[in-house]
């Protein structure tokens, strides 16, 4: 099955400087890649996501990269703000048939004022 | 829209006892999910249903955990019996179509288990 491992598990950074999150995944079919925000004691919700026929997906201050040969995807913030303090999860899914997404660990993204 | 809603907030039991949690997707969500995330680490997937049918259900540890959704509304999940380390957050999603690719899904606030 598949396989996301997701690094740092933590992320301490200022704030207006910019974090970056890194996913693997083990499965070269899958190709539907979202990424969740969990604020402390709150459900995950969807941020951004990226299909395969993309490299490259910018969403005001978010962006997330995928490279397919290599199997990474990145997810890229700019500009942070105390209020992106949260925990972020990647996810790696297959299309075709049902959609069950994988989930890394989480990244813990502390922005300091 | 109303989101997915979900009870209880918080159960704490002792190992051994059972427990049941209760799901009400999104309106005209045919596909659920119930999720178990241990502190610390991402959701994992137990169980996926599509309308009142399992559509997954490899990683759903059946000798103690069961779950339906007998109408392809509500669903319900069962821990019997309750052992240590099934403390975690039970999160149920729902998305809106059935059994597709790029569906969104929508959590919910989960259920906080404490096993002592």
């Known amino acids: 099955g598949e396989n996301v491992e997701q690094h740092p598990s933590t992320l301490s950074v200022q704030e207006g400087d910019s974090a970056v999150i890194k996913c693997t995944y083990s499965d070269s079919a899958s190709n539907y890649f979202p990424w969740y925000k969990q604020e402390l004691g709150k459900r995950p919700q969807l941020i951004i996501d990226i299909r395969s026929n993309v490299g490259e997906k910018k969403d005001q201050r978010i962006a997330v990269t995928l490279n397919k040969t290599a199997k990474h995807f990145s997810l890229h913030i700019t500009e942070t703000q105390p209020e992106d303090s949260a925990v972020y999860f990647c996810a790696a899914s297959k299309t075709g048939g049902s959609y069950i997404p994988t989930f890394g660990r989480g990244t813990s993204l502390i922005v300091h004022p | 829209e109303a989101g997915v809603a979900q009870s209880p907030r918080y159960k704490i039991i002792e190992k051994r006892q059972s427990v049941a949690f209760w799901c009400n997707p999104i309106?005209?969500?045919?596909?659920l999910y119930w999720y178990q995330q241990i502190l610390g680490q991402g959701p994992k997937l137990l169980i996926q249903f599509q309308n009142n049918g399992v559509v997954d259900d490899s990683q759903l540890p059946k000798d103690r955990f069961s779950a339906e959704r007998l109408k392809g509304v509500d669903s319900t999940l069962k821990i019997q019996p309750a052992k240590l380390e099934d403390s975690a957050v039970y999160l149920c999603?729902?998305?809106?179509?059935?059994?597709?690719?790029?569906?969104?899904?929508?959590f919910g606030p989960g259920t906080r288990l404490t096993v002592l």
């Open positions: 309106s005209g969500h045919a596909t």
């Open positions: 999603a729902s998305s809106g179509r059935g059994g597709s690719s790029y569906n969104e899904q929508f």
